[in-house]
């Protein structure tokens, strides 16, 4: 009896899936303490800088198996906001986001490779403007630990540059490209 016990302990332990100690969290966007920035040049003489005002998400984190993370980011595309009522007008408009056909933008990660130091390249599908494309997001652990309301948190940054004619968003002169700066602040559950 204590044989065949072992032999379905022993069974069980093989048939359940291991389960990942990565943690989950969700972007802190209601304390804003996370962005998604961006600088595009306007006609090649300058630079324009804007962000998203709204936008939520959710990342899981294991600092011992960074490779099993995984981020999910939702934009909500009619909040983009350059200080400019006009500019901001016809950006959402056809002639670029078009926000009423378009309005959200997703990422989701698909690897996540180490780098050292903290830093790291995550690897996703970005839909944007009804096109879904490859990007690499530059990352890196700003930190993590315990916050002054009994929470948990962890926060990091990333850059990437994204090609918006990629995602059959019109261009302008120099303006092909848009660099994200991406800085995000996740609570644990």
Request: glycine letters at 8%.
């Amino acid at each position: 009896m204590k044989k065949h016990m072992l032999a379905l302990g022993l069974l069980a332990a093989v048939s359940v899936p291991s389960v990942a100690s990565a943690a989950d969290y969700v972007i802190d966007t209601k304390g804003a303490h996370a962005s998604i920035n961006l600088k595009i040049k306007h006609l090649g003489y300058s630079w324009i800088k804007g962000r998203f005002n709204e936008f939520d998400g959710t990342f899981s984190y294991d600092p011992k198996n960074l490779a099993a993370s995984q981020v999910k980011v939702n934009v909500d595309t009619s909040s983009f906001d350059t200080n400019h009522a006009e500019r901001d007008k016809h950006v959402r408009s056809e002639d670029f986001l078009d926000v009423k056909k378009y309005a959200t933008a997703t990422f989701t990660s698909t690897k996540v490779t180490p780098k050292g130091d903290d830093a790291m390249t995550i690897d996703g599908n970005l839909t944007l403007h009804g096109q879904t494309k490859p990007i690499s997001i530059d990352a890196q652990l700003v930190g993590e630990g315990e916050d002054p309301w009994g929470g948990y948190r962890a926060g990091f940054t990333g850059t990437t540059r994204i090609e918006l004619k990629d995602f059959g968003i019109q261009v302008m002169g120099d303006s092909s490209y848009a660099d994200l700066e991406l800085h995000v602040e996740g609570i644990r559950q």
